[in-house]
C-alpha cells in the first residue's frame, strides 16, 4: 500500500511515543509509574491505529 508523507510523519510520532513509554515502563517495572506508562504505550498503540485508519479512509493519495 503506498501512503503519503503525513502518514508517514504521524506514524512516526506515535512510535516514538510508544517506544518512550515502553522504555519507561521496563526501567521502572514495580513502579505505579511504570505500569502507568505501560498502559499508556497499550492505549497509545490503540490511537495510533485509529489516527491511521481514519487518515487511509480521507486521503486522496493513500486511498
Known amino acids: 500500500m503506498k501512503t503519503c508523507r503525513q502518514f508517514a510523519i504521524t506514524r512516526k510520532g ?8 515502553s522504555a519507561h515502563s521496563e526501567r521502572h517495572a514495580d513502579k505505579p ?7 499508556r504505550a497499550i492505549a497509545a498503540k490503540v490511537q495510533m491505529a485509529r489516527a491511521l485508519s481514519g487518515h487511509v479512509g480521507r486521503c486522496p493519495e493513500c486511498g
Open 14 to 21: 506515535y512510535e516514538r511515543e510508544i517506544k518512550f513509554l
Open 33 to 39: 509509574s511504570g505500569k502507568a506508562s505501560a498502559k
